[in-house]
């Protein structure tokens, strides 16, 4: 039985797992109870309410299901106060570049391609319990660890970019400004990564 990565014993921890698959998430809730885990698995409809009403630790959420999306459903968790720090994985058989990630993927933290092995899927739930929670105030979204590193890198450019200014502060004044262009093309485009997402329209995180 795979160790679970959290403060709460498997035991006490609760997989909400949405899918309109009765078969499938019905399987997926086999194998997480297995390894100790609690579930709760349902279909798209009143999946936001049950999770508001009893919070899970993590979310298993498909994308495209009859009469309901998987991204809207994210979106709306990531409203309600009660949801909005938890970590939600898609699961869809639909490729990942398809599923534009700042304007679909609605707040989720993960992806879980359809068909998955069963080690694959209990990595992906270990790895996502595992993973810190930026919270900020109570009126920012939690920022997806993909994101988290972004701002990093970010602040990582900002100093290199103070370093590399003192560096070259004796060469020829063309050479300069070639330099110091790179650096802002780099920090901007991370800048236009960043932005979207902390905004709470997405960010995304490759998993499996």
């Given at each position: ?6 403060a ?8 909400q797992?949405?899918?309109d ?13 297995d ?32 009469g ?13 106060r ?5 970590p ?8 990942e570049?398809?599923?534009d ?7 989720a ?6 068909p ?14 595992a ?12 920022l ?12 990582a ?52």
């Amino acid at each position: 039985m795979a160790e679970v990565p959290t403060a709460k014993t498997a035991h006490e921890t609760l997989i909400q797992i949405v899918d309109d698959d009765v078969g499938l998430r019905d399987a997926i809730a086999a194998v997480l109870a297995d390894e100790g885990y609690r579930v709760a698995a349902m279909g798209p409809a009143g999946a936001v309410e049950a999770a508001v009403a009893d919070p899970p630790d993590l979310i298993l959420l498909d994308v495209l299901m009859p009469g309901a999306d998987g991204r809207h459903l994210c979106r709306r968790l990531r409203s309600a106060r009660a949801t909005r720090a938890t970590p939600i994985v898609f699961v869809s058989g639909v490729p990942e570049f398809a599923l534009d990630p700042f304007r679909d993927h609605g707040g989720a933290w993960g992806y879980l391609r359809k068909p998955f092995g069963l080690d694959e899927l209990i990595d992906t739930v270990a790895r996502h319990l595992a993973a810190p929670l930026a919270t900020g105030d109570d009126d920012t979204p939690p920022l997806p660890p993909a994101v988290r590193d972004i701002h990093t890198h970010l602040d990582a450019i900002e100093a290199a970019a103070r370093n590399l200014g003192s560096a070259i502060s004796g060469q020829d004044l063309a050479v300069r400004a070639t330099i110091v262009e790179g650096v802002d093309l780099v920090r901007q485009a991370l800048a236009t990564l960043a932005e979207p997402a902390t905004s709470g329209i997405a960010g995304r995180e490759r998993v499996g």
